[in-house]
């Protein structure tokens, strides 16, 4: 027996039970006599009760009534509750009758009787009714809610997947471009340059299987990227780190702030006639970890003609943290833009 048809069989007995007690506790309220007779019609009662619910739950399944519309299956149900209490009603004035456990004089004839206690039944039938539709409406409506967050789930996964997948070729494509700068220039520094570029693919492709990785790891990526691009520009590209050791170990999505680094230099020191400066500062400022880059340049124009970077940090910060991680960029005095992450601190 599954979880499911043992909750049911759960609700059965405990739901009898209740209305056998509650016909019990109207019978002492009344002061009339609980005798061995009236306990045997009460255990009939409910045995019959679970019997013909039963043949009604498995009659609204076979017919798949729980996925009908309301305005269909009202008339069915309806139908469906007289007969029910009606043959219910039969078989217990027939067991009563025939196992003599009657004891009272009775006034009524048979059919009255028959047709007042097939109404009184048909008011527990549709109480037992309201109750089994509601219990399926709020389980049908949780598991639409469940799989409506997995499903969630699944599209952010997929978006971040092909966020990522555009990151890292957007990446070597540029870095490529640096390479290819110096080999003719100085085949030595273009050697160095590509053992460089290895150890950020190497580090990109392990941060890669990761949701978020630890800053330190990825300011490592960035350190190797700026040496990278440092052989290209020389003298005219200067870097500076402001670092909060209390932050090497907070997690950030990978290979973002690298692409924050990136889209600094191509779009803001390489336009500068004498290069620039990029600085990176990473601080714990009102519970929050703020990651900040700046670099020489101007904005000069909307956020949307900066770049693959800027769209795709946006992006995944959105998807990953809602409404509690925010981007900005900006430019500040002095010739300078500034980009700046703000994330949730990782108690």
């Not at 209305?19 to 045997?40: D, G, N, Q």
């Not at 025939?98 to 109404?119: E, M, P, Q, Y």
């Not at 940090?313 to 002095?334: P, S, V």
Request: contains cysteine.
């Amino acid at each position: 027996m599954n979880s499911r048809n043992k909750r049911y069989w759960w609700c059965q007995i405990g739901g009898w039970s209740v209305w056998a007690l509650t016909m019990l506790f109207f019978s002492y309220l009344f002061e009339r006599e609980v005798s061995v007779l009236f306990l045997y019609r009460l255990f009939f009662a409910v045995l019959l009760g679970v019997v013909f619910t039963q043949i009604l739950r498995a009659i609204i399944i076979r017919f798949n009534w729980l996925q009908m519309p309301i305005e269909k299956v009202i008339p069915r149900l309806l139908i469906m509750t007289l007969l029910i209490s009606f043959i219910y009603t039969i078989s217990q004035m027939s067991l009563v009758e025939a196992l003599n456990l009657s004891d009272k004089k009775v006034t009524l004839n048979f059919g009255r009787r028959l047709l007042l206690n097939s109404l009184d039944n048909s008011i527990f039938l549709t109480v037992w009714l309201l109750i089994y539709y509601a219990y399926h409406y709020f389980e049908r409506v949780n598991r639409q809610q469940v799989d409506t967050h997995r499903l969630n789930a699944v599209v952010k996964d997929l978006e971040l997947k092909t966020i990522k997948s555009h990151i890292n070729p957007h990446f070597i494509f540029n870095a490529l471009n640096s390479i290819r700068a110096l080999v003719d220039e100085n085949p030595e520094r273009a050697r160095k340059a590509i053992t460089e570029l290895s150890n950020i693919l190497r580090n990109s492709m392990q941060a890669e299987k990761m949701e978020t990785v630890p800053l330190e790891n990825e300011l490592n990526i960035v350190r190797d990227y700026l040496a990278l691009e440092q052989m290209r520009f020389e003298e005219r590209l200067k870097v500076d780190f402001e670092i909060d050791d209390d932050t090497l170990d907070q997690p950030v999505p990978p290979m973002m702030l690298q692409t924050l680094v990136e889209n600094a230099i191509k779009h803001g020191v390489s336009k500068q006639v004498d290069g620039g400066m990029v600085k990176i500062i990473s601080d714990i400022t009102n519970n929050q970890h703020e990651i900040i880059v700046q670099n020489s340049g101007r904005m000069n124009g909307s956020l949307h003609n900066k770049g693959f970077g800027i769209q795709s940090t946006q992006d995944r910060l959105n998807l990953m943290f809602g409404d509690k991680a925010k981007f900005e960029i900006k430019d500040i005095a002095n010739n300078i833009v500034e980009a700046k992450i703000t994330l949730p601190v990782d108690e």
